[in-house]
């Protein structure tokens, strides 16, 4: 197989596939949406646990030069609905095998699910979150 | 970047040097997955149900974890199953971290609208009657309402408020100051430790009726009740409390044309 590498992103700052990973501060977005510091600390505490690489700057940027000092063609991430995260996985899918992973889910629902409400929702998720 | 630091107030400075354009310092509320296991084991799960709406009740505390996927929804639902066996007793917390899940399915199948009302308002008013701008005096904690000054104070330097006062103070921004709750919702991703997008800014909308059937809002009886009466008793202005109405009365003044 060839090497691989993982990219954390900013909802899940736990342990990761046991591989060399990068963490990027994606400084355009915290300058855009006004982050303050106590939010970065927050992250960085938790990245300070952590095996990682800190990065700042642009991620896709970051990331590729991440990959490319330690040999590897291939990035492995987590499945995010984050449009922004979205994109720059697609952008860095154009130059390395992206695999982008699914997060363990807190219920397991199969088939189309009605979000309109969240009554909906619960109609179908109770019987396996409150399961033992 | 630098992994090593003598103590928190080095780590502060540090990040003020690489982050210079960010306001303010740390938050009392500590990162990191030994932080998150100690909140996690100090939550006392029983007595959730019954005190969570009072801003001095027991609830957990685990949303900048959650967020940030230190702890995950099904780590933590492991968690009180190991524990006490069986969730029966916990319906109720186990139905709010079902909220989070719900709310990120929601994002999730359309991402790109996060920003964008999911329904039109059912307050009577187009959106168009609504400013886009949170007034500086909401944002410094210049209002002169105990209440609301008291919240942003805790919210920029924590990071951190308890569901009912995000409530509070989003039917007080979106509906008695009648300013979009877009402009609400960004304050708060800048400030909340858990800040979510999806979390957030669909709770602002549930406030505003964008996400709901009707608009959410609240009375001083309410406010005082849940808040244990602390912060109305030395409100500058509780003589002109603009709260202090029965729901009726305060549908009227704000929905006129419902
Ligand atoms: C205007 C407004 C904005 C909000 N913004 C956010 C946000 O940016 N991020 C965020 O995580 N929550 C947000 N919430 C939801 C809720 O207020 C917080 O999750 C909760 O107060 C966090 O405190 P806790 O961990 O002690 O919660 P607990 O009551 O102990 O709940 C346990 C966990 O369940 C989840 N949860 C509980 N209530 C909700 C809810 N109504 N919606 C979604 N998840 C919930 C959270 O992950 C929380 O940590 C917002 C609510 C409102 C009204």
């Known amino acids: ?132 | 970047m630098r992994v090593q630091f003598a103590s928190r107030n080095d780590l502060e400075a540090y990040l003020r040097t690489m982050f210079p354009d960010a306001e303010g310092g740390l938050s009392p509320l500590r990162g990191g997955n030994a932080a998150a296991n100690r909140v996690l084991e100090a939550f006392d799960a029983g007595k959730y149900a019954a005190t969570r709406n009072f801003l001095n009740g027991t609830v957990s505390r685990l949303s900048a974890y959650l967020r940030h996927g230190v702890l995950t929804l099904a780590g933590v639902r492991r968690h009180l199953l190991h524990k006490h066996r069986n969730l029966d007793r916990f319906l109720k917390f186990v139905q709010e971290l079902a909220w989070r899940d719900y709310w990120q399915r929601v994002y999730a199948a359309e991402p790109d609208s996060i920003w964008h009302s999911a329904e039109s308002l059912k307050t009577g008013r187009p959106e168009s009657h609504y400013a886009a701008q949170l007034p500086a005096d909401i944002q410094n904690a210049n209002t002169g309402l105990a209440c609301m000054d008291a919240f942003v104070t805790e919210l920029k330097t924590t990071g951190y408020l308890h569901n009912h006062a995000r409530m509070w103070f989003a039917a007080y921004v979106v509906h008695f100051c009648r300013i979009r709750w877009q402009a609400g919702a960004a304050f708060f991703l800048s400030h909340l430790l858990d800040g979510d997008p999806a979390s957030n800014n669909l709770s602002w909308q549930w406030v505003a009726s964008t996400f709901s059937s009707k608009p959410y809002i609240f009375n001083k009886e309410n406010l005082e009740h849940y808040s244990s009466g602390t912060l109305c008793a030395n409100c500058p202005s509780r003589k002109q409390c603009p709260f202090d109405a029965t729901y009726e009365d305060l549908s009227e003044r704000l929905f006129p044309h419902v």
């Open chain 1, 1 to 132: 197989m060839s090497k691989a590498v993982y990219w954390m992103q900013d909802d899940c700052l736990r342990p990761g596939p046991g591989l060399p990973s990068v963490y990027v501060f994606d400084t355009e977005k915290l300058l855009k949406e006004k982050w303050s510091l106590k939010r970065i600390g927050f992250i960085y505490e938790c990245l300070l646990e952590l095996d990682v690489e800190i990065r700042k700057g642009n991620p896709v940027e970051q990331v590729a030069l991440f990959a490319q000092s330690h040999g590897a063609s291939r990035i492995i991430t987590l499945e995010t609905p984050d449009p922004r995260l979205q994109s720059q996985q697609k952008e860095l899918a154009r130059g390395f095998t992206l695999q982008v992973e699914l997060p363990e889910p807190f219920v397991e629902l199969k088939g189309r699910i009605d979000l309109k409400r969240f009554s909906r929702y619960w109609q179908r998720a109770q019987g396996p979150a409150m399961r033992p």
